[in-house]
């Protein structure tokens, strides 16, 4: 095709979202079939100077995936941020995580090692390790 019908065929041009807001809608939870608990770090500060930290399960459970590094569906080992990573969480786009925080999936508890940000995004990902 040439640029004049790429233009005409309504494809995306400089300056144009990638993803739709009605394609962002529908592909939301895609792939996303098991469910997560975000544990939030918290400190707390007994009053005399000294202060204890814990995490805060307290949170509802949101929709997620867990992959194994190099899976089928995942980046290669190669892109990942962190070298200790050994899998990757998926979450709908505008989870608020930290990595500070934890993930608990069914009876298993995951450090967050490294958060992937890029510019348009469907879902958000993390990489983590088991705790």
Request: with cysteine; aromatic share 6%; glycine share 12%.
């Amino acid at each position: 095709m040439t640029r004049a019908h790429v233009s005409g065929a309504g494809l995306p041009g400089v300056g144009q979202e990638c993803f739709p807001l009605g394609a962002r809608e529908h592909v939301r939870d895609l792939g996303l079939y098991g469910s997560a608990i975000v544990g939030v770090w918290t400190k707390t500060d007994d009053g005399a100077g000294s202060s204890s930290s814990t995490f805060d399960w307290g949170n509802a459970p949101v929709d997620a995936r867990l992959d194994p590094i190099g899976s089928r569906g995942t980046a290669s080992r190669g892109d990942t941020i962190r070298e200790d990573t050994t899998h990757l969480v998926s979450f709908r786009d505008g989870q608020v995580i930290s990595t500070t925080d934890r993930v608990r999936i069914e009876d298993s508890e995951w450090l967050v090692t490294a958060l992937r940000e890029v510019t348009d995004e469907l879902i958000v990902r993390v990489e983590v390790k088991r705790a």
